[in-house]
């Protein structure tokens, strides 16, 4: 099955965005949380894990922003390209000493990351106009540059980071971005008029005026922040921002079930994509503690040091376990999702849902036994984190294959576009969750950490247990959509 060649250009264009932001990712939680003498900045694990989560959110919410950018004036092409610019300059800043390079180089990433990743997706997408199985195998060989990348990135950053200086993984990531920029400016031709700007109207000059004003606005804000005239705290921003996430869901739920004119079907549907997005926050609340409380639990309560294998293993490689997972199991997943369903017993959407929130469930729980372990006796060895991670990755593998491909069915054809935000706003709700929740279990709070992983097993479990009990219920809820 021969595919176009601009598929080599996104693969590795992504392969290299996601090695610089995952192996950036690796650091960040530990650099906050280093004391200043050295070279880190001294915050509080609340402080540091509610800006993790803050930052992790804002790259999903800067994702709807950055594909309308590319839809009505720039193009996928061009938006790949200014984000990955941003985001080389923003991991290039975090590389300078001091708080304010450190928070803008965040804002870079975040903006630059807003613009790279949905519109280089769309270009996966835009070189296969006829769908069908040759568009998956497409996307599937894409699936697998984004997990090479995240595998490789924490292991080179967190070396260069954690054994030399903290600058100097920062500065690695940002190097590895502009490979992948180098790379993409080389080979992109075979992309062809897949992502060209779009054709100017009449409110194209309405829409520059927006963009303009909105960006303009930003900067003053984020100036007057980074002045100190405007305080922010962090952990009460990061719950802030909850609510406002959570008020909008229910506010536009209200409106769909209430105003939308939606027929009897369309309501049970959208019913179950309202129990999808609980279910998505709840989910990624939990496995995207990785960068932070399953950080912290590695730098912190992890045997490391090894001297078989040259010494201490970084606590920041740790996070490239997941991506290496993926690879290994994806294509396992896949054949076991084909299997059942040539015997016609596929699970139903319920089920994979619920499946993955026990497996979450499973992987707090191990961690839980093995924090109390570490509390009560030392550090203890990385097979808990290992243990964790596999659950975790089983979990997701149950996830994402039904995660925004069944919203887009289920969704009015009207309203898929917003459907797709809502799908992003539930995402940016979970990474606001894992970081409040990671600021409990460190710091001042340790001696609870067990306690509170045990909670977050028991909380993911029950989610699970009660949408498997919604199975069948949500089966006729769905009206024949598959």
Known sequence: MAHPRGLQTLFFTEMWERLSYYGMRALLVLFMVDQVQHGGLGLTDATATAIYGLYTAGVYLAALPGGWIADRLIGAQRAVWTGGVLIAVGH??????????????LVLVVLGTGLLKPNVSALVGALYPEGGGRRDAGFTIFYMGINLGAAIGPI??????????????????????????????????????????????????????????????????LALMFAGVVPVDPVWLSKRTTVVIVGL???????????????????????????LFVSSAMFWAGYEQAGSS?????????????????????????????????IA?????????????????NPSLAVKMSLGLLLLAAGFLVLAVGARQALAHGPVWPSWLVMTYLLHVFGELCVSPVGLSSVTKLAPKRLVGQMMGIWFLATSLGNLLAGLFAGEVSGDNTGAMALKFFQVAGAAGIAGVFLLSLVRPVRRWMGGVQ
């Open 329 to 345: 199991f994806a294509p396992v997943a896949a054949w076991i999702w084909v299997a059942l369903g040539r015997r016609g017993r």
């Open 156 to 221: 080179v950053c967190s070396a260069l980071g954690e054994k030399l200086r903290w600058h100097y993984g920062f500065a690695a990531a940002g190097i590895g971005m502009v490979a992948g920029l180098v790379q993409f400016h080389l080979t992109r031709r075979h992309l062809g008029d897949a992502g060209a700007p779009p054709v100017p109207g009449t409110s194209t000059r309405r829409d520059w005026r927006l963009l303009g004003a909105a960006v303009g606005i930003g900067a003053v804000l």
């Open 92 to 105: 290039f800043t975090l590389a300078a000493p001091g708080k304010i390079p450190f928070f803008a180089g």
């Open 249 to 275: 869901a229910a506010a536009y739920f209200t409106w769909a079930f209430g105003f939308a004119g939606l027929d009897a079907v369309e309501k049970r549907r959208m019913g179950v994509v309202a129990i």
């Open 294 to 326: 399953l950080a912290l639990f590695a730098d912190r309560h992890t045997q490391r040091m090894f001297p078989s294998l040259g010494g201490e293993i970084p606590a920041g490689s740790f996070q490239s376990l997941p991506a290496v997972f993926v």
